[in-house]
């Protein structure tokens, strides 16, 4: 099992969690954050006066999926999530050792 | 031919009738003369009856500035954690301000007195009724007038929690304003607007000073005196380092829209009746502050390259107050270019002024209500008519120039007279009682609460909770 953290624009979450409803992703947890990489933020002006923005808010995209779907899951996100400029953002993959069904304790790629 | 008799008879009746009822004695009064004191009475108490209507929705509307427009506006700018202590600090004075004009400030404010103050025959509201006092206002009730200048007691003192928000006690802030409104706003209303004061145009002072609203009563004292609180209690912790951004500009567009709508029983209801002259001031007030939006968002336009909607608000209501002293004395043109002016110069006051000085006015009370109540009341003395409002008039009866541009340049010397007068008594009054609420409660907050927030360190409460949980 895989956990794809995706951090990308705020505009890109409907066509993000789409492209994933086609290709068979059944769940998901999407969290707002606020951060930035290379793009530094903007600047906001207040009765005349400059404020740097550095921490710029994106949504983060987690999922944890069996292997098999991982490729195709991490294309569909590239795919919809894509502007071509600064600021759209980061896919990580991590490996998840156990997953467990709260309702009925059912474990491993099953629980998903 | 008798009944060519009977017609003459008739005819000379019709004729001569009222003559002949005339004069004769009043014991035996005709029906119809009862008939027309009758009417003369029903015609008065009409036009009171409308006067009073206009009145009490005006004095409605400027409470309705205080809360929740002035605490709309400027809850919006305090960060999230001060939202309530700011909002509160305007919505007490509705509470306690109301107390204190019950008690004494009436009296000290509009009662007979000196050429600085009034007296103290009006104490808990002795002698304030049904029947009018025709100095002020002869065809509302006196209660009416009592009531309607207090809403302007409440909002004056109100202005200045913007200079020193976000780190004030709140017990500090509460024995501040009962000090101020008694050593500051009560001589200087007496001043314009009491009978005998020093400054009132209309009731013979020595220096009339034309402030139709409050330019220099409200937005100069207050202004003034806000600056002087910003100065002496000095900067926020993190000024201005830190960002300080508005937490919802959302909310101070309500409050300002709402203080647009407010600012018509401010003005308009000025003329304390419902007649010509109220809609010279509504019109006036309308088109300044029209003219100011546009003259503040051209201003940062140009200089920051975008319009923001913070600014189109702050410059409707620095036009309201440059226009406030000038309402029932301009008419709609001049109105306009006060208001464009005032609009330019109070976003250079509050972009480029304080910036360089370094002072910390939090909500920018100087920038605007300061810079634009003195703008405001300098070019009252330069664009006054009589036509518009013929409040100067020679013995006879004749009707004389009002402003600079109706051929009376005196008149802006005596603008600058009370101008100030009300810095001196501003600054003054409000550093003598800064230090004494200073050595009785202290004014600031720790740094320690306030770094936490005044919301939960002055009240126990929070502003917003959006927990997870319902």
Excluded at chain 1, 18 to 24: K, N, P, R, S
Excluded at chain 2, 413 to 435: D, F, P, R, S, Y
Aim: net charge neutral; aromatic share 8%.
């Amino acid at each position: 099992m895989t956990k794809i953290e995706a951090i990308i624009q705020t505009s890109k979450l409907e066509a993000v969690k789409d492209a994933l409803h086609e290709i068979g992703v059944e769940g998901m947890t999407v969290l707002e954050v606020r951060g930035h990489g290379r793009q530094k933020g903007h600047t906001e002006f207040y009765r005349g006066r400059e404020y740097t923005v550095d921490l710029i808010p994106k949504i983060k995209l987690e999922t944890v999926l069996p292997e098999a779907m991982v490729e195709k899951a991490v294309q569909a996100i590239v795919t919809a999530a894509r502007t071509g400029k600064i600021g759209d953002g980061k896919i990580f993959l991590s490996k998840v050792d156990e997953a467990i069904r709260i309702r009925n304790d059912e474990r491993g790629e099953g629980a998903l | 031919m008798p009944s060519r008799l009977v017609l003459g008879f008739i005819l000379a009746f019709i004729l001569l009738g009222p003559t002949l009822f005339a004069q004769s004695p009043p014991a035996a009064a005709s029906p119809d003369s009862a008939r027309l004191t009758k009417l003369e009475q029903a015609t008065a108490d009409a036009k009171s009856s409308a006067d009073n209507a206009w009145m009490l929705t005006s004095s409605a509307l400027v409470l309705m500035m205080t809360g929740p427009g002035l605490a709309l506006f400027y809850g919006g700018l305090v960060r999230k954690k001060n939202v309530l202590a700011t909002m509160v600090q305007s919505f007490a004075m509705m509470a306690v301000i109301t107390m204190l004009w019950a008690m004494v400030s009436y009296s000290l404010a509009f009662g007979s007195g000196n050429s600085f103050i009034g007296g103290l025959h009006h104490l808990f509201l002795r002698g304030v009724g049904a029947q009018p006092d025709a100095d002020y206002a002869a065809t509302i009730p006196l209660q009416t007038f009592m009531v309607y200048q207090l809403m302007f007691a409440i909002i004056t003192p109100a202005l200045i929690t913007g200079a020193f928000a976000e780190r004030m006690k709140f017990s500090a802030m509460l024995l501040f304003m009962v000090l101020w409104s008694l050593i500051v706003y009560s001589p200087m209303a007496h001043m314009v607007w009491g009978k005998g004061g020093l400054l009132n145009a209309s009731l013979g002072g020595k220096f009339p000073c034309l402030d139709f609203a409050g330019g220099t009563v409200v937005h100069v004292t207050s202004g003034v005196s806000a600056l002087v609180c910003a100065l002496y209690l000095g900067k926020r912790v993190g000024y201005p380092k830190e960002s300080m951004t508005p937490h919802s500009v959302v909310l101070s567009f309500v409050g300002a829209c709402l203080l647009w709508v407010g600012w018509f029983g401010f003005n308009a209801g000025s003329a304390l009746a419902a007649g010509s002259l109220a809609t010279s001031a509504f019109v006036a007030t309308h088109f300044g502050a029209a003219a100011a939006v546009i003259g503040w968002s051209c201003a940062e336009w140009i200089r920051n390259g975008k319009p923001s909607a913070l600014g189109a608000i702050s410059g409707a209501v620095a036009g309201l107050v440059a226009i406030t002293p000038a309402a029932g004395f301009v008419g709609p043109m001049p109105a306009v270019l006060i208001g464009l002016i005032a609009g330019a110069f109070c976003f250079f006051m509050v972009a480029s002024v304080k910036a360089r000085f370094g002072y910390d006015d939090s909500l920018d009370a100087f920038g605007v209500h300061g810079a634009g109540g003195t703008l405001g009341a300098l070019l009252t003395g330069v664009f006054a008519v009589s036509a518009v409002n013929p409040i100067f008039k020679d013995a006879q009866g004749n009707v004389l120039p009002s402003g600079l541009i109706d051929g009376n340049a005196h008149q802006v010397l005596n603008q600058i007279v009370g101008i100030v007068i009300a810095w001196i008594l501003a600054i003054v009054g409000t550093l003598i009682i800064l230090k004494i609420v200073d050595l009785t409660v202290g004014l600031r907050v720790s740094e320690e609460e306030e770094v936490q927030g005044l919301d939960l360190t002055q009240h126990g409460e929070e502003g917003y909770s959006w927990e997870v949980t319902a």
